[in-house]
T-cell receptor, first 113, second 109 residues
């Protein structure tokens, strides 16, 4: 079955550590996105990518980094520079150029301990 | 100004009643429009696409008004299970997704 997979589902990080969240899709989608969601809030765009080896900052990119070496994969690294990383992280993908509906992974819940 | 705006609610709706809410978008070149549903602590899931002529899926009706740049969602005969946050999604001329912050609906017995 085609879909988008995020891992891990839950992640605990010590302060000062970098962590990488995985996002893989086998839908042959061009565009991939990372969002952050805080309790009771909407989705905020961190980074997005429309093509391999290219990505753009979203509204809250500070403290995060991404790569897009393969069409299927768009990992997100939460660096120690991110001051308040505890949140729910969602990865999504969609087709281009017109823009079909987005498919989401199940999310990663990151907690800093 | 946000590119996609929604009334956050909550809309408190008695079971069996009808509820409707809108989403406005700022980019007149927007191409595609969707409504997503998000349950607490879960990922958003596609509820329905919104077509120019309007479309219906069971108790849900979506409308697009390009002249006034808004889309709407109407839920008839509300069920307790309709309680969720409804996200409006718009794609720009490049196909990039723009999300609204969501409208919370609470259906009460």
């Amino acid at each position: 079955d085609g879909g988008i997979t995020q891992s891990p589902k839950y992640l605990f990080r010590k302060e000062g550590q970098n962590v990488t969240l995985s996002c893989e899709q086998n839908l042959n989608h061009d565009a991939m996105y990372w969002y952050r969601q805080d309790p009771g809030q909407g989705l905020r765009l961190i980074y997005y990518s429309q093509i391999v080896n290219d990505f753009q900052k979203g509204d809250i990119a500070e403290g995060y980094s991404v790569s897009r070496e393969k069409k299927e994969s768009f990992p997100l690294t939460v660096t120690s520079a991110q001051k308040n990383p505890t949140a729910f992280y969602l990865c999504a993908s969609s087709s281009l150029p017109k823009g079909t509906e987005a498919f989401f992974g199940q999310g990663t819940r990151l907690t800093v301990v | 100004r946000k590119e996609v705006e929604q009334d956050p609610g909550p809309f408190n709706v008695p079971e069996g009643a009808t509820v409707a809410f809108n989403c406005t978008y700022s980019n007149s070149a927007s191409q595609s429009f969707f409504w997503y549903r998000q349950d607490c602590r879960k990922e958003p899931k596609l509820l329905m696409s919104v077509y120019s002529s309007g479309n219906e899926d069971g108790r849900f009706t979506a409308q697009l008004n390009r002249a006034s740049q808004y889309i709407s969602l109407l839920i008839r005969d509300s069920k307790l299970s309709d309680s969720a946050t409804y996200l409006c999604v718009v794609t720009d001329s490049w196909g990039k997704l723009q999300f609204g912050s969501g409208t919370q609906v609470v259906v009460t017995p």
